[in-house]
């Protein structure tokens, strides 16, 4: 049986492949997080309630409680472990963007992942940071948009002197594919050098 390809079908194949396009690009792309500078810290592009994507409700509005823990110290060269995290919440999906900040609002440190629900992703050049800035940035993936919380590292460099402030924004998500209903947190830590 020969089939009799027509520019009529090639038309409607092609419009057909271009709405599904349309269609699944809004559905993904917030899973697997945002772009870089959405953390709410100075010198940010503010967070994803700023940016028209998550704006439904007023920042910080929602019910739920969205905080980093760690330690209240750091020792210059060595690794931490940080844990960002949401409680008390009905949302179905989450998702979180974390930076860390000197005295001077200079981004500082390193991130690292732990496992597979985040990702340390890569600056661009909105701050004029260069390529070996990639670490100043982490945040949820895909496999990670479906949990509460999230462990990271964090290495401070041998030279960090003073207070670092890490900034997050969280997104408590409705699960609807659609930027609308969802609520977006922001929230800080401060931790200073040890003594020795």
Request: proline share 5%; hydrophobic share 30%.
């Amino acid at each position: 049986m020969s089939m009799k390809i027509t520019s009529k079908s090639i038309l409607c194949f092609v419009f057909m492949i271009a709405v599904c396009s349309l269609s699944t690009k809004p559905l993904f792309a917030w899973s697997t997080g945002p772009e870089a500078y959405r953390a709410g810290a100075p010198g940010d592009k503010g967070t994803c309630n700023d940016s028209g994507c998550h704006n439904s409700y007023s920042l910080d509005s929602g019910s739920a409680e969205f905080s980093i823990t760690g330690p209240v110290s750091y020792t210059p060269g060595e690794t931490i472990k940080l844990k960002v995290s949401f409680s008390s919440s009905s949302g179905k999906l989450h998702g979180f963007e974390m930076t860390a900040i000197d005295t001077d609002d200079n981004q500082i440190g390193k991130f690292k992942k732990i496992g597979k629900t985040t990702q340390v992703i890569p600056a661009n050049d909105y701050r004029g940071l260069k390529k070996e800035d990639k670490g100043t940035y982490i945040e949820h993936t895909r496999s990670g948009y479906k949990k509460k919380s999230w462990k990271v590292k964090w290495i401070a460099p041998a030279n960090a002197t003073g207070t670092v402030t890490f900034y997050a924004a969280g997104n408590e998500a409705d699960g609807n594919g659609s930027p609308s209903g969802d609520y977006i947190y922001t929230t800080t830590l401060e931790i200073s050098p040890s003594e020795e």
